[in-house]
C-alpha cells in the first residue's frame, strides 16, 4: 500500500486559495488519489477522487503530474467553515478496498 | 440513497468490560465493510475490514474482533476492555468493483475507557 506525506498543519485567511500537498512515490498504477475532509467528532467526507491530470468540482481541484507521484488538492477561496482535516489516500480494489489513513493536513482558516 | 447508521454516538464503560458496537447500512448490497479507530489528535487506523458475510480480515492485532451477521451489518466487539480502547470508532462501507469510488463514514462513536 502506497505510504503518503502530508504537511501537519497550514494556516490561510478566509478567501484564499489553499493549496495542499500530498507525496506518494510509492503509488501504484491502479492506485486511485482521494481527498477527504474530517471535523471534530465527525466521519471524514469525501471530497475528490482522480487518477491523473486534473479533476474539478463543485468543492476543490485536484492536480496530478504525470508521473504521479504526488497530488495536489486545491480549496478556492477559503472560509472559516473550511477549517478541518484533509487526509490523502492512495489506494486501489484488491478483493476489499484499503487504504492508509496518514495523520492529514490541519487547515486553520482566520478571518 | 445509502445511509450508514452507526451507534451509540457516545459510550464510557469501565476497563474489563465488553463492547459491542453496530453499524448498518442501507440503499446498497454487498458493501465493503470497515471499522477504523482514531486517537486524539491522530490519523485514522484500520482495524478490520469485511467483503461479504462471515468474511473478516484483521489489520491489527489486539483484543477487538469484528463480525458480519448480515450483508449490511458490521459489528465490533471486546470481550475485555482496555484503557488503550478509549478513541474514536468510525464505521465505513464502499461499493465493490474494481474502481474505487470512495468511503462513507458513519457519525462515529467516542468510547472512553475508565
Known amino acids: 500500500l502506497a505510504k503518503t506525506t502530508q504537511p501537519i498543519s497550514m494556516d490561510s485567511y478566509e478567501g484564499q486559495e489553499v493549496n495542499i500537498t500530498c507525496s506518494h512515490n510509492n503509488i501504484a498504477t491502479n492506485d486511485y488519489i482521494t481527498w477527504y475532509q474530517q471535523f471534530p467528532s465527525q466521519g471524514p467526507r469525501f471530497i475528490i477522487q482522480?487518477?491523473?491530470t486534473k479533476v474539478t468540482n463543485e468543492v476543490a481541484s485536484l492536480f496530478i503530474p504525470a508521473d504521479r507521484k504526488s497530488s495536489t488538492l486545491s480549496l478556492p477561496r477559503v472560509s472559516l467553515s473550511d477549517t478541518a482535516v484533509y487526509y490523502c489516500?492512495?489506494?486501489?480494489?484488491?478483493?476489499?478496498?484499503?487504504?492508509?489513513f496518514g495523520a492529514g493536513t490541519r487547515l486553520f482558516v482566520k478571518a | 440513497s445509502q445511509t450508514i447508521h452507526q451507534w451509540p454516538a457516545t459510550l464510557v464503560q469501565p476497563v474489563g468490560s465488553p463492547l459491542s458496537l453496530e453499524c448498518t447500512v442501507e440503499g446498497t448490497s454487498n458493501p465493503n465493510l470497515y471499522w477504523y479507530r482514531q486517537a486524539a489528535g491522530r490519523g485514522l487506523q484500520l482495524l478490520f475490514y469485511?467483503?461479504?458475510?462471515?468474511?473478516i480480515s484483521s489489520e491489527v492485532p489486539q483484543n477487538l474482533s469484528a463480525s458480519r451477521p448480515q450483508d449490511r451489518q458490521f459489528i465490533l466487539s471486546s470481550k475485555k476492555l482496555l484503557l488503550s480502547d478509549s478513541g474514536f470508532y468510525l464505521c465505513?462501507?464502499?461499493?465493490?468493483?474494481?474502481?474505487?469510488?470512495?468511503?462513507?463514514f458513519g457519525s462515529g462513536t467516542r468510547l472512553t475507557v475508565v
Open positions: 469485511s467483503v461479504g458475510i462471515g468474511q
Open positions: 465505513a462501507w464502499s461499493l465493490t468493483g474494481y474502481a474505487f469510488s470512495g468511503y462513507t
Open positions: 489516500l492512495v489506494g486501489n480494489y484488491t478483493g476489499g478496498f484499503k487504504t492508509i
Open positions: 482522480g487518477y491523473k
